[in-house]
């Protein structure tokens, strides 16, 4: 079963920043966290990931709590495009290949 | 930027055919990956593939399936004798690390009827 709890839904007006929380309270040391998203039913779409250190990039920003139990994912300036399903997902980089999927937050961007 | 594309975009078979659902992966990563999502339901992790040889795979992998990557640039995924829960949207994926910033292609909607 999917490590990690969102909410089931969220809004969020075109131009603001979005933000998806996740827990992630039995995360191990060697469990990283990823986002990936997924737009009506084309295949899931890296976002981006981190250990324990924020991490940006040109899609989004990670933010992880100093215990490691918590982050979220920003999206500065959430765009019509940007409505999606987003997902979650911890996972070790070491001694096994898949990803376990849970039901992640659907983002609607509101114009 | 590089893509995996999968063909067809939709499949329509009878139970009991065989299928085979086709992808081209990324051309320098070496991981291939399928997953399958029910409509509605989660995405779920089929198998994986490296080195030419599974290197992991679910208990929905079960001997029905089989994948195979038959040249320098396809990887397959074949379903033996389909069944009605089978119907389906197929992803396949690659990477260039194990289990790392998997890309996904547009996926393979399979119905059985």
């Known amino acids: 079963d999917a490590k990690t709890t969102q909410p089931p839904s969220m809004d969020c007006a075109e131009g603001r920043a979005a933000n998806l929380p996740c827990n992630h309270s039995t995360i191990s040391g060697n469990e990283y966290v990823y986002w990936y998203r997924q737009i009506h039913s084309q295949g899931p779409q890296y976002i981006i990931h981190?250990?324990?250190n924020n991490e940006t990039n040109e899609m989004a920003s990670l933010i992880i709590t100093e215990d490691r139990k918590s982050s979220t994912l920003i999206l500065p300036h959430a765009t019509l495009r940007d409505t999606a399903v987003y997902y979650c997902i911890v996972r070790e980089t070491s001694g096994t290949y898949k990803y376990i999927f849970g039901t992640g937050t659907r983002l609607k961007v509101l114009a | 930027e590089p893509e995996v594309t999968q063909t067809p975009s939709h499949q329509v078979t009878q139970m009991g055919q065989e299928v085979i659902l086709r992808c081209v992966p990324i051309s320098n990563h070496l991981y291939f990956y399928w997953y399958r999502q029910i409509l509605g339901q989660k995405v779920e992790f089929l198998v994986s593939?490296?080195?030419?040889?599974?290197?992991?795979k679910s208990e929905i992998f079960d001997d029905q399936f089989s994948v195979e990557r038959p040249d320098g640039s396809n990887f397959t995924l074949k379903i033996r004798s389909t069944k009605l829960e089978d119907s389906a949207m197929y992803f396949c994926?690659?990477?260039?690390?194990?289990?790392?910033?998997?890309?996904f292609g547009s996926g393979t909607q399979l119905s059985v009827l």
């Open positions: 981190g250990l324990k």
């Open positions: 593939f490296y080195n030419n040889e599974i290197s992991e």
């Open positions: 994926a690659s990477s260039a690390q194990m289990g790392e910033k998997l890309f």
